[in-house]
């Protein structure tokens, strides 16, 4: 392998491990506060990549001045199905919460069917075949835009969590949600708020990635399988590990998609999640036991 | 200020309390103690709305709030130091703090607040950069009064703060007990250092097996043949 097809794969693993950030930011956030394995985390992908699908192509906008939509949107859609789905799950036993987010993931699917078919559609537009050259290093202006867009989503996010005071208090349920009920925080309002902002940011990824790639019903299952390794490798409920594990499964998928067959990719995963489950199970930057971290 | 009536709790099929009743005046310090297991904690959970109440009636300044959420009790001014102090773990000192002071009623003098907590509790100015995880138990315990008084209560109900501290700290921990009275907090505290925490009191109550069998103000009770038998070992 020469160094120019190194620093190419490894820009392009980076560039698509931003955006794997931002699918399991949203899906390890949810769990860490919540404590719920959201198994309809790929459809929420499926619905951003929906609505950007139709803003652009029905209501003829750019589909990066779709996200600005789009984000409101799945916000509102998250709030729904916490209020109705998720909520009445709440403290109830596993078994309860795997049935009822399978089972949203399906009706999702089967909805999505019924509305848009079973085609796979895809944008194309100008700038989601345009290219930057640099050097002698080409890659993707919808990519970079796409890692560029996650990052500052990720850092945003950081920020509100780390300062505000309802970010302080979406970390302070994480780690123990009685004790922030005592300190006035309403605790089902975190919930809600935690559950539509993961949402959102999913639904986010799924706008980032309509430019690349095509979109149909199932198309959520493609990528929900990295969104869970990312966040078994990162640490379950951080959202730095979720940051540093999905920049990791983004240069480990492009070089092993080159080295040995993009057809592999699954194995790949499955392989990385195995090691880690008995490496270090709590993960990356996991706390043994507790399952979370600051941020 | 706090008017408890009948109190029942309990968790599950398991029924802990069955008729808890006890006043807290304005201005006063109120101990509860008894023997491990009485129902101690279980009533502070009720109090702060941790766990639901079977029956009974919890007053609060005249109005009924057993119904009500935790957060709408703290925005009210009723505040609790959990048993086992329960602070943040991953978060700085300084952060378990700024949590304390999250009800909206607590938001606007947050730094008056901060600097009150800090001159009062210097160990805990010292330790502010710090994970609170890191901290040692004594050291923890006064992060968790200083939290509690972040909220800035009206009442300020304190389960057990000296379990399994050092006698020094226990020692400090009645010290800081008695300076929160002196700025007019209402106090009601619950304590295994009975002998302690009755001379300190201004009025007290026994619990055994989730029922009030014997109260009295503080003194009085010290000197009760029963009492120190059972619980002072005299
Ligand atoms: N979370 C719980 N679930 C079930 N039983 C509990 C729980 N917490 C306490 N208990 C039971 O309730 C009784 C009273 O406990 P508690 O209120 O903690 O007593 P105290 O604080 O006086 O030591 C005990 O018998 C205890 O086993
Ligand atoms: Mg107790």
Redesign the pocket.
Known sequence: MTFQLFVQLLAAGVLLGGVYALISIGLTLIFGVMRIVNFAHGEFLMVGMYLSYYLVTAAHMNPYLALIVVAPGLYLFGLLVEMTVIKPTVGQSDVVQVFATVGLSIVLQAAALMAFSANVMGLNLPITNALLHLGWLTIGVPQVLAFVAAMLVAAALFAFLGRTDVGRAIRATAQDRSAAALMGIDVPAIYRLTFALGTAMTGLAGALLMPIYSVSPDVGTQFVLVAFVVVVLGGMGSVSGALVGGLLIGIVETFSGFVIDPQWKAAIYFIIFLIVLVVRPAGLFGIRGSEETAS | MLEVRGLAAG??E?A?LFDVSFDVPEGSLTVIV?A????????CRAISGEIETRGGTIRFGGEQIEREPSNRRVERGLVQIP?GRRLFPFMTVEENLLLGSYAHRARAARQEALDEVFTLLPRVAERRRQLAGSLSGGEQSMVAIGRGLMARPRLLVMDEPTLGLAPIFVERTFEIVAEIRKHGVTVLLVEQNVKRALSLCDRAYV?EHGQVVMQGAGEQLLGDEGLRRAYLGM
């Open positions: 968790y599950g398991n802990v008894g491990n297991a009485a129902g101690k904690t279980t009533t048993e619990l």
